[in-house]
């Protein structure tokens, strides 16, 4: 959805977790594998940094862990950005999860429980965390990308000249 929104509006995309997986050489899955939760969330917090600091308009898309550092939370808030929660029930998380193959071989299991309780775990964990650091809501349940993507560009200021200089 960001890549779909930042080329609506003729701007940069960065996802953070394709950033982590290009700088450290390897899937998100191999990096908690090999490496470690802690050593992600080390590098998740230096991405988001330089996203943030880059100059000029972009849609960053982060993960959903970003929140759990509480560093991260303050980056955001400092940042001045749109931060927007877009906000899905589980039963539909779980199926676009399953339902998405670069899901499946990439995404990290992040606990011993089953895929359905594991979402339902997060998502009481981070809500919390989410609602603290969002500018707005989106919920995305029912939604097509197309409606998200119509929904956010709405829901932003236009992008003037002032925005890509420091």
């Known amino acids: 959805m960001g890549n779909a929104l930042a080329e609506r509006r003729g701007i940069e995309f960065v996802d953070t977790d394709q950033v982590i997986a290009l700088r450290l050489g390897m899937t998100i899955s191999q990096i908690f594998e090999s490496m470690g939760q802690d ?3 080390d590098t998740e917090a230096a991405v988001l940094q330089d996203a943030i600091r880059w100059i000029g308009p972009r849609v960053i898309s982060t993960g959903g862990g970003v929140v759990l550092r509480l560093e991260n939370r303050q980056l ?13 029930e589980e039963q539909e998380l779980l199926r676009r999860i399953r339902s998405d193959p670069e899901s499946i071989s990439t995404r990290p299991a992040l606990s011993q429980l089953g895929a359905d309780q594991e979402i339902r775990k997060l998502l009481a964990e981070r809500g919390p965390l989410y609602d603290a650091v ?8 029912k939604m097509s990308v197309e409606s998200v993507v119509e ?4 829901l932003l200021p236009p992008i003037t000249p002032a925005d890509w200089m420091e």
């Open 134 to 141: 969002k500018t707005n809501e989106i919920d995305v349940t």
């Open 39 to 41: 050593k992600f969330r």
């Open 76 to 88: 955001l808030a400092a940042s001045g950005a749109y931060r927007v929660y877009l906000k899905c």
């Open 151 to 154: 929904q956010l560009d709405a």
